[in-house]
């Protein structure tokens, strides 16, 4: 779901970037030390899920895990993405500096979608599941969303790729939910208190 440099129109690259900085400068001053390492874990898992790439068609997909992240960190999450996104930027040329504003909007603003979701209580076990399921499936959705309204705002030319984006993604969606699921699941029964 990474944005290439070169694609978008520099009032959008503005945008995401005065967005996001504000997002995360108040992450960053909410994170306590006894938060790094978590923060690292899920920067991590950010990281190397993204490298996982499925070619669909004329585009590719990837793991996105925004909803696992989001759910354990909260706000945290763009700390985590933001690392992630900058590092693969300068490292790999996965989207790139120009366009980090935009790529951090758009994969950390559905985290939040994420942690909200997550801190809804149920008590019956197959609304739980289904609840955890949410957790992974609608952060994706809604960057999926984003990614293709960015795409629209940028012109009448990117209308059919912000279509063929959303669509493309579908699967990962469905994918996303069952491995959130899965692996909110564990670490519920191994240490819980992580989630907490």
Avoid at 49 to 72: D, K, N
Avoid at 123 to 152: D, E, I, Q, Y
């Amino acid at each position: 779901m990474h944005i290439s440099e070169g694609v978008l129109r520099p009032e959008i690259l503005i945008a995401g970037a005065l967005i996001s900085a504000a997002v995360t400068i108040y992450a960053l001053k909410v994170i306590k030390n006894d938060d790094i390492p978590k923060v690292s874990t899920f920067s991590a898992l950010f990281f190397l899920a993204s490298f996982i790439h499925i070619p669909l068609g004329v585009t590719s997909v990837h793991l996105i895990l925004s909803g696992i992240v989001g759910a354990v960190l909260g706000v945290r999450a763009f700390v985590a993405i933001f690392v992630a996104l900058l590092l693969q930027g300068l490292l790999f040329g996965y989207g790139g500096v120009t366009t980090l504003g935009v790529n951090l909007f758009v994969l950390a603003t559905p985290a939040l979608l994420g942690s909200w979701l997550f801190k809804l209580h149920c008590s019956k076990m197959w609304l739980k599941n289904t609840l955890w399921f949410c957790v992974g499936f609608a952060p994706v959705a809604f960057g999926t969303l984003l990614l293709s309204t960015v795409l629209a705002l940028n012109g009448s030319g990117f209308i059919i790729a912000a279509k063929i984006a959303f669509v493309a993604h579908i699967p990962v969606m469905m994918i996303e939910g069952i491995i959130t699921l899965l692996a909110l699941r564990f670490i519920e029964k191994v240490k819980p208190s992580f989630l907490g």
